[in-house]
């Protein structure tokens, strides 16, 4: 267990549609991470946040979102879903100086 | 900003061989390098990580190995066992808070 707890574990949606995808950092942690893994692929860095602000971008689309609030938690806000967004939706956290990443299990979107 | 690079994106070895996966960066800034393992449907894992101040780190059968002027580093995994299956993803990052970028991962398949 990496202390991050990410909800929820499965969605299914339709084009079109919003989703909000949310994680719970290890306690103490003040950044949170966004990754994006399709199908077979890579870790996709998409945002990153570090208490409360927003710190670095990756390759977010316009159509995604996100925000950490006071008590550090994260969402993901992701909208006019596409089939190409079905992917697994990883936030981690880490603390410190370390570097080290904390990965929750993950959120699988699948979109129909 | 930072990219990675990763090779091969897989491999299969005997059990009791050795596998070797290597990758290269591109900013010289980055001074932490990270391997994280992956199971099927699971979250990433870390492994193993060196700093730019040390050219290599060995912990039981995985060592990490750093060359900082050529910037590529690889993960070396000796007497391979069936449990070691599973995509193995290098990554890189600067100082403190930054985002780590991922490689595109290497599957091993450890033939029993």
């Known amino acids: 267990d990496s202390g991050v707890t990410q909800t929820p574990k499965h969605l299914i949606t339709a084009t079109g549609q919003r989703v909000t995808l949310r994680c719970s950092p290890r306690s103490g942690d003040l950044s949170v991470y966004w990754y994006q893994q399709s199908l077979d692929q890579g870790l996709q860095f998409l945002i990153q946040y570090y208490n409360g602000e927003e710190r670095a971008k990756g390759n977010i689309l316009e159509r995604f979102s996100a925000q950490q609030f006071p008590d550090l938690h994260s969402e993901l806000n992701l909208s006019s879903l596409e089939l190409g967004d079905s992917a697994l939706y990883f936030c981690a956290s880490s603390g410190g100086l370390t570097g080290e990443l904390f990965f929750g299990e993950g959120s699988r979107l699948t979109v129909l | 900003g930072e990219n990675v690079e990763q090779h091969p994106s897989t491999l299969s070895v005997q059990e009791g061989d050795s596998a070797v996966i290597k990758c290269t960066y591109s900013d010289s800034a980055s001074n932490y390098f990270p391997w994280y393992k992956q199971e099927l449907g699971k979250r990433p894992q870390l492994i193993i990580d060196?700093?730019?101040?040390?050219g290599e780190k060995k912990d039981q059968r995985i060592a990490v190995t750093l060359n900082k002027t050529a910037k590529h580093f690889s993960l070396h995994i000796t007497e391979t066992q069936p449990e070691d299956s599973a995509v193995y993803f290098c990554?890189?990052?600067?100082?403190?808070?930054?985002?780590?970028?991922f490689g595109s991962g290497t599957r091993l398949q450890v033939q029993p």
């Open positions: 990554a890189a990052s600067g100082t403190g808070r930054r985002a780590l970028t």
């Open positions: 060196i700093r730019s101040n040390v």
